[in-house]
């Protein structure tokens, strides 16, 4: 299979505690051309995080020494590392333990047993928007503007900024990914399936409330009262609408 030259320059680090499930992964995400390196505890991801600077974290849960939920609590709080993708992996398939993990600014969440197939096309996928800062790829139907200003806010896509009120806001990279889509839409409804596979573009059925939970935190992020929003509009039923005034 013929690989895109830029994905051998892009660094996945892998959190895994269990040698044969890392094992596969490595096997299978150098084989799609990506750098690969790996952490068995809470403690070594951190260390590893903070100094190799990954493009993406596959980051399990139960983890010796601090639990996966609390490494992506600590990346999310670092400045160098809030924004980069993390996927949680796990064998807990309660539906709590799916939404905190996406409350605390994961990205996505697999569970285990898990197709080494799918999650491979989801690595791409995120890879991929970063490539092209956010589109699937070049020429998408929905155009993505260079710089967008809404009222208070401005996003800066290339450097992944965005301020509200001249005031930098951290967010993560599927909040910054959303806010652009509805942002350079302004005054469009956008359902959730539209966001679903713009910013996630996953070839497999997800659950929409993946988009809630993030729609949530963007509004805690952006928004001077989250429980009124001035910007980002629930349209029942459909999907969001970023206010076009």
Not at 144 to 152: A, C, K, M, N, V
Request: aromatic residues 6%; negative net charge; glycine residues 6%.
């Amino acid at each position: 299979m013929k690989k895109n030259e830029n994905y051998k320059q892009r660094l996945i680090l892998i959190v895994e505690d269990e040698e044969d499930i890392l094992r596969l992964l490595v096997f299978h995400l150098e084989k799609e051309g990506y750098s690969v390196v790996s952490a068995a505890s809470g403690t070594e991801a951190l260390r590893r995080a903070f100094e190799e600077a990954p493009d993406l974290v596959i980051l399990d849960i139960m983890l010796p020494e601090m639990d996966g939920l609390e490494v992506c609590r600590r990346l999310r709080g670092h400045s160098p590392t809030a924004s980069v993708p993390i996927m949680f992996l796990s064998a807990r398939k309660e539906e709590l333990d799916k939404v905190l993990g996406l409350e605390l600014g994961a990205d996505d969440y697999m569970v285990k047993p898990f197709s080494v197939r799918e999650l491979v096309a989801r690595v791409r996928a995120m890879i991929r928007r970063l490539e092209y800062g956010g589109h699937e790829e070049p020429g998408d139907k929905v155009e993505l503007e260079e710089i967008l200003t809404r009222g208070s806010i401005k996003l800066y896509p290339e450097r992944h900024l965005v301020t509200v009120s001249g005031e930098e806001r951290v967010l993560t990279h599927k909040e910054f990914l959303l806010l652009q889509l509805l942002m350079a839409n302004a005054g469009k409804v956008l359902t959730r399936e539209l966001l679903l596979d713009r910013v996630w573009g996953y070839e497999v059925e997800i659950d929409t409330r993946t988009v809630d939970v993030h729609m949530r935190y963007l509004r805690q992020k952006i928004e001077e009262n989250p429980a009124k929003p001035r910007y980002l509009e629930t349209v029942r039923g459909v999907g969001y609408r970023f206010a076009d005034s």
